[in-house]
């Protein structure tokens, strides 16, 4: 058994998730592919599935989450390179709702690398489809550029910028500009009925009373605004991550994301409290990635998803789980996990 194999025997005994799959790339080819539990054990907390889901492999799309904000990012950032932009340009000339004196100042840089001032989250979860009161009140909290502070808030705006800009909805667009171009063929935005069976379940939810969450994404507040948001909502397998990922591990120009993306995406520019750096989506040196390195690029998801790579190294790494079915499971429990696999993955412990 391999150290990888053991995590994943250890998650499961510990009842940290009940359906995972890792997979580990040198040099772009797939070296190791694990996988272990269903994509459905319960339909309510102590209530075992009646249909108990199939086994997991690599071919289960698990819920995401905040690693949907790696194709926005990307996603935003080609269609302003297309248009011979960057990010240092101000929102108020992409979205109109910005021309007040609260927004005006605020830059897609900052949306993108959580220092645009907005609150973590949107508290509203109540249906909002096409995000009308979203955008009519959506504010920051603290002046931009004053400090870091993670924010589903900004990546929702970075979506709603990037529709106007592409003048399409955002899985139209991240289809076109990210996942086509890297093959992510097995990546979208709300799976439909037929793909149900290949999609892990989340969580029971009471609030909003959702019952067991099957098929449809997991974040409440991107639930409300429809499910295709820039914050989360993206289902995929690890080997369609394993091709994002590897598109920051290559050097700008050597993969199907233009250079001037990657180098967004791979360069810090803010420094969050807890001591990694934020570059324009991922981040860069997170205490969980640094068997790759402290230049480690990454990035997690609340549901128990996360990636790793190395900007010219030789390694890249997929950890995907359903830490939160039928309920959530402490935080640091997932992030000991991810930390292992990691360090074996980059020990090459994964073979």
Request: aromatic content about 6%; charged content about 20%; glycine content about 10%.
């Amino acid at each position: 058994m391999t150290a990888v194999e053991r995590v994943l025997q250890d998650g499961m005994r510990e009842r940290v998730f009940s359906a995972a799959v890792v997979a580990i790339a040198v040099d772009g080819e797939i070296v190791a592919e694990h996988a272990v539990g269903d994509t459905r054990t319960w339909d309510a907390p102590g209530v075992p599935a009646v249909e108990t889901g199939r086994p997991t492999d690599a071919a289960t799309r698990f819920d995401l989450a905040s690693l949907t904000k790696l194709a926005t990012a990307a996603t935003l950032l080609t269609l302003l390179d297309e248009r011979g932009a960057d990010a240092a340009v101000p929102v108020v000339g992409i979205l109109p709702e910005f021309d007040t004196p609260a927004l005006r100042r605020i830059t897609v840089a900052q949306l993108l690398t959580h220092t645009a001032g907005f609150a973590a989250e949107w508290h509203d979860r109540t249906p909002d489809p096409g995000a009308a009161r979203f955008r009519a009140e959506a504010r920051p909290v603290d002046a931009p550029g004053t400090g870091h502070r993670y924010s589903c808030v900004g990546y929702i705006w970075a979506g709603l910028a990037a529709e106007a800009l592409g003048a399409a909805s955002l899985d139209v667009l991240a289809k076109r500009h990210v996942l086509t171009p890297l093959g992510m063929t097995d990546t979208g935005f709300a799976p439909g009925p037929h793909l149900r069976p290949l999609v892990a379940a989340t969580e029971f939810q009471t609030d909003p009373p959702r019952g067991m969450v099957h098929g449809e994404v997991h974040d409440e507040t991107a639930w409300a605004l429809g499910g295709v948001v820039g914050n989360a909502g993206l289902f995929g397998t690890a080997r369609d991550l394993l091709r994002l990922a590897e598109a920051l591990r290559l050097p700008p120009g050597g993969s199907a994301l233009r250079a001037s993306v990657v180098r967004a995406m791979t360069s810090p520019v803010a420094v969050a409290a807890d001591g990694y750096a934020q570059a324009l989506g991922p981040r860069i040196g997170e205490s969980w990635a640094r068997g790759f390195g402290r230049r480690a690029v990454s990035h997690t998801g609340y549901t128990g998803t996360a990636l790793a790579t190395r900007p010219g190294g030789r390694r890249s790494v997929v950890f995907l789980t359903n830490r939160v079915h039928p309920l959530r499971t402490p935080a640091d429990a997932i992030t000991t996990m991810r930390r292992r696999v990691t360090d074996a993955a980059a020990a090459g412990g994964d073979q």
